[in-house]
Nanobody, 130 residues
Framework: QVQLVESGGGVAHLGGSLTLSCAAH????????AGWFRQFPGKGREGIAT??????????AYADSIADRFHVSIDDVRTTMYLHMTALKPEDAGTYFC?????????????????????WGEGTPVTVRL
């Protein structure tokens, strides 16, 4: 059974850094596409990073809003994915989720939640203070 557990959320200062973790259970990052999403109060989830694996290589795609400030790393031994966030802004505050979908169910875009194909963690909150 695929499970994801986020941790590392908390309070960071404006311009500061924070690293989130996503522990994967029941799958590896070589068989699944993984990603980070965030959600702001009253709004839908925004995808900010997608990590795929093909031909022995890992590919990283980032949303423009965070591309020059956040990056993802994966520890295959610990089957843990990290989101390294720097230069935090007030608009980065929200709940951060990691997600995974089997490579065979990914055609370049994340399936709609209604398909049930995507596994989600419970989320971890990030607050940015002045």
């Amino acid at each position: 059974q695929v499970q994801l557990v986020e941790s590392g959320g908390g309070v960071a200062h404006l311009g500061g850094s924070l690293t989130l973790s996503c522990a994967a259970h029941g799958f590896t990052f070589n068989t699944h596409v993984a990603g980070w999403f965030r959600q702001f109060p009253g709004k839908g989830r925004e995808g900010i990073a997608t990590i795929s694996f093909s031909g022995g290589h890992r590919f990283y795609a980032y949303a423009d809003s965070i591309a020059d400030r956040f990056h993802v790393s994966i520890d295959d031994v610990r089957t843990t994915m990290y989101l390294h966030m720097t230069a935090l802004k007030p608009e980065d505050a929200g709940t951060y989720f990691c997600a995974a979908v089997a490579l065979t169910n990914f055609n370049g875009e994340w399936p709609e939640p209604s398909t049930g194909l995507v596994s989600w963690g419970e989320g971890t909150p990030v607050t940015v203070r002045l």
